[in-house]
T-cell receptor
Framework: DADVTQTPRNRITKTGKRIMLECSQT?????MYWYRQDPGLGLQLIYY???????NKGEISDGYSVSRQAQAKFSLSLESAIPNQTALYFC??????????????FGAGTRLSVL | LAKTTQPISMDSYEGQEVNITCSHN???????ITWYQQFPSQGPRFIIQ???TKVTNEVASLFIPADRKSSTLSLPRVSLSDTAVYYC?????????????FGDGTTLTVKP
């Protein structure tokens, strides 16, 4: 969904390097999420944020940190990248519609390789 | 946290109706059932959501029996472009994040 933009789209880095993945959205949603997807597997939730002051750990938060700089921006950092963090990373947003559906809208993903 | 079980893969042919069933035996009273579609190297996309009985939109139908321990996503007259991974999620709607997981999904392959 073009309303959720992830940068960069592809990144190759070395073990031990710090890296930041950025996500911005123009949907005006309060909720933002970071997921990781390994080849052939489903998505695993890393962190989620219900608003600027609310950040929560997901299933696999170890080795990651996040920053919610504004309603529209949610960044994911790997403080010291390791090879098993090589994966496809997705940012998503959601909000409660009038009918309360809480549908998640995903960005195009960032493919990260840690050598 | 409601765990979901789906078939790993399914094959179909163009023009056929496809039904993908998801089991969620420990679904909670406030949980809703949501299905997403994912194409390779793209983020998942919402298909349909329901609580009970039947829900239909322009893309699919969702059938949920009275006991809500399973649900079936029905795709009418599939085409090659419906080849994708389909995920079933179960979670409480207002606090869905962190309380539902995507699982490994069902890989649907539509053949000519």
């Amino acid at each position: 969904d073009a309303d959720v933009t992830q940068t960069p789209r592809n990144r190759i880095t070395k073990t031990g390097k710090r890296i930041m993945l950025e996500c911005s959205q123009t949907k005006g949603h309060d909720r933002m999420y970071w997921y990781r997807q390994d080849p052939g597997l489903g998505l695993q939730l890393i962190y989620y944020s219900f608003d600027v002051k609310d950040i929560n750990k997901g299933e696999i938060s170890d080795g990651y940190s996040v920053s919610r700089q504004a309603q529209a921006k949610f960044s994911l950092s790997l403080e010291s990248a390791i090879p098993n963090q090589t994966a496809l990373y997705f940012c998503a947003t959601s909000d409660l519609s009038g009918t309360g559906e809480n549908i998640q809208y995903f960005g195009a993903g960032t493919r990260l390789s840690v050598l | 946290l409601a765990k979901t079980t789906q078939p790993i893969s399914m094959d179909s042919y163009e023009g056929q109706e496809v039904n993908i069933t998801c089991s969620h035996n420990n679904i909670a009273t406030n949980d809703y059932i949501t299905w997403y579609q994912q194409f390779p190297s793209q983020g998942p996309r919402f298909i349909i959501q329901g609580y009970k009985t039947k829900v239909t939109n322009e893309v699919a139908s969702l059938f949920i029996p009275a006991d809500r321990k399973s649900s079936t996503l029905s795709l009418p007259r599939v085409s090659l472009s419906d080849t994708a991974v389909y995920y079933c999620l179960v979670g409480e709607r207002r606090t869905n994040a962190g309380k539902s997981t995507f699982g490994d999904g069902t890989t649907l392959t539509v053949k000519p």
